[in-house]
């Protein structure tokens, strides 16, 4: 598997982002739908990954700068033929590294409560991360699960 920046302008990820947008608006009410459209993933402050193996689009996540020291995951998706092959930890781990080599000493996220979320969930503990309150601009919501933990 290959993991590359990418700069969101061909049609596939484009597809692959609006599946994940579409899903997390079937499952999420649209208060606790957090996702971010391509316009916003393209953003100053935003670094964006694919995932691909053999050529074929396999998962992709973001880092959100908040501050000088503490960045957000974002917009963490593998594709659903694919879920539970490795390609969310590889690419976690790939995230963990960028955003301690740029300069970054906490990483947060925000997920989902319902069971559906279930499987990210652990994933994320098994990195390292552990509950918190509400970072940056969230609220308290019963569909979210806010996560973070020192780089």
């Not at 880092?63 to 593998?78: C, F, G, I, V, Y």
């Not at 963990?96 to 319902?114: D, H, N, Q, V, Y």
Request: overall charge negative; glycine content about 6%; some cysteine.
């Amino acid at each position: 598997m290959q993991i590359t920046t990418d700069d969101l302008s061909g049609p596939e990820i484009a597809r692959f982002l609006d599946e994940h947008l579409q899903q997390m608006r079937a499952i999420s009410p649209p208060e606790s739908t957090h996702a971010l459209d391509l316009d916003a993933l393209r953003r100053p402050g935003i670094t964006f990954w694919s995932v691909r193996d053999d050529g074929v689009l396999v998962g992709c996540g973001a880092l959100k700068q908040l501050d000088a020291d503490h960045a957000e995951l974002k917009s963490m998706r593998t594709a659903p033929l694919r879920k539970r092959s490795g390609v969310a930890s590889l690419l976690l781990e790939h995230i963990i590294t960028e955003a301690r080599r740029m300069g970054f000493t906490k990483l947060s996220l925000e997920t989902g409560t319902p069971d559906f979320f279930l499987p990210a969930r652990k994933l994320y503990e098994k990195f390292g991360f552990v509950p918190c309150e509400p970072f940056a601009d969230y609220r308290p919501d019963p569909n979210s699960a806010f996560m973070t933990r020192a780089l």
